[in-house]
């Protein structure tokens, strides 16, 4: 697996929603709660760079980010992929190469050989699993 995106690498897009958040904050009244058009905003970057760094960048509680994240894309996992495998073995190939890669920008390269397939859909789980 390579190497996770430089940990002082923060996207653009997430910076300038850092710095919305950080105006509110700096405005907001004692109690006030989080304007929906904001938790709308930090939960569509969590789909595109995941719940831990939105919510680490934002300074918001993961699970209340996960939540809202979850109800704005219908309950689905932000980073579940879809895989389609198929179902008669694929010894026949030979060789192929299969690259998997989260919302953060984390990537696994696996290099198959040969007639031993490894499980690859759970390779594919403990990959995004971990991030």
Partial sequence: MSSRRNQGEVPVRLLRLKQRFVDWRNTRKPGERIPQPLWQSAAKLATDYGLNQTATVLKLDYYSLKKH??????????????????SVPIAHAGECVI??????????RVHLKGT????????????WDAG
Avoid: H, I, Y
């Fill in 99 to 108: 690259e998997f890669e989260d919302g953060t920008g984390a990537n696994m």
């Fill in 116 to 127: 031993e397939v490894p499980d690859v859909l759970a390779l594919g789980r403990n990959f």
């Fill in 69 to 86: 994240t979850d109800r704005q894309t219908g309950g689905t996992k932000s980073n579940s992929p879809f895989m389609e495998l198929p």
